[in-house]
């Protein structure tokens, strides 16, 4: 099913909402790093909400967003499976109320202890929207990064909010995100809730689908062999060393060297996406060791990584099918 602007938005009660959060989900974790799992009971009940400091109004909550986020989905993709969201949150700020403001920390009890995540990625599943790309079950995905960090939380309400949003699949195999540039906004700056969610069922209603599974699916039809993957490997290393004159010749690459130990690791040992017997492997199994690798990023530059090894593959692709010069692989 493609999501168009067509569809009709009927608004719902949050009660209505909420009991679909509480249906299961079964993906597993699609990010690492540093991140912390938790539902969105916890999210919504026991998290503070961070204010403007000029004039103590709060910022649009994490809950909130998922609200949004679900209902959009539940709109456009009306008669389709809807998972619960998994949500992930990282770098915690700590708290405490004020009437436990002399006691040690080691005495605090529970009740006296305030807490909110500073940064938070949730993904809604929708398992019935679905394709098969080289042996691996693809499911559709929405979801979204809200990091207060990104936000300047010294000035008054009314300021610019910054949210990330997406929309791609899901490797199931290897619970891989692939996400493509037209399903994602990397900065949605809003001011209220409605200009939120006027975000999101743009994104929504603008994403193809379609050709974001052929994209990939070609990506199956191109191998490298085990010289041009080395050579490969060394020309990422030596991208982020560049001359900054030079860089702005090549197309980026946000990946570092932690990420491309990973690719080089999982090239030789992943069980999915390894190299062939004789060492060539294949522009698809290439994506997913990226996109494998970025499970270790933080949550305010994973999405912008994710698209990115996307748009890098299918560079090398492009220069494998028409023969032109990539400095990745000359």
Same mark, same amino acid.
């Given at each position: 099913m493609e999501a168009t602007h067509a569809l009709a938005r009927i608004p719902r009660p949050a009660m209505q909402i909420n009991r679909e959060l509480d249906q299961k989900s079964s993906s597993r974790a699609f990010i690492e790093a540093n991140t912390t799992p938790v539902t969105f009971a916890e999210i919504q009940q026991d998290h503070i909400i961070p204010v403007f400091v000029k004039d103590n109004?709060?910022?649009? $909550?994490q809950s909130d967003f998922i609200l949004a986020t679900q209902e959009a989905v539940s709109d456009l993709f009306r008669g389709e499976t809807i998972l619960k969201p998994e949500i992930r949150v990282s770098h915690p700020i700590k708290g405490r109320i004020p009437e436990a403001k002399d006691k040690p920390a080691n005495q605090l009890q529970e009740w006296e202890r305030t807490i909110y995540y500073e940064r938070m990625m949730h993904v809604v599943e929708i398992p019935t929207v679905m394709d098969v790309i080289d042996g691996n079950t693809l499911t559709l995905m929405v979801g979204g990064v809200k990091a207060y960090n990104l936000d300047n939380l010294y000035n008054k309400k009314g300021a610019a909010e910054h949210f990330k949003i997406f929309i791609g699949f +899901? #490797?199931? =195999?290897?619970t891989n995100l692939c996400v493509r540039s037209d399903g994602y906004v990397a900065d949605l700056r809003v001011t209220d809730l409605n200009q939120l969610r006027e975000g999101i /069922? #743009?994104? *929504?209603?603008n994403y193809d689908q379609h050709y974001h599974l052929r994209q990939m699916q &070609?990506? &199956? +039809? /191109? $191998?490298?062999t085990e010289q041009q993957f080395a050579h490969l490997l060394g020309r990422c290393r030596m991208y982020n060393y560049l001359p900054p004159a030079d860089k702005k010749q090549i197309p980026e690459l946000l990946y570092g060297d932690s990420q491309l130990n990973s690719v080089t690791s999982d090239y030789y040992r992943d069980q999915s996406f390894c190299r062939q017997e004789d060492g060539n492997i294949n522009l698809w199994r290439l994506y997913n060791l990226f996109t494998g690798a970025n499970k270790s990023t933080y949550i305010d530059?994973? *999405? @912008?990584? $994710? =698209?990115?090894?996307l @748009?890098? =593959? $299918? +560079?090398v692709q492009h220069a494998l099918d028409s023969g032109s010069t990539s400095w990745f692989l000359s």
């Open positions: 109004e709060p910022l649009i $909550s +899901q #490797n199931l =195999v290897c /069922y #743009n994104l *929504l209603g &070609t990506l &199956t +039809q /191109y $191998s490298i530059q994973f *999405l @912008d990584r $994710s =698209v990115n090894a @748009d890098f =593959v $299918s +560079q």
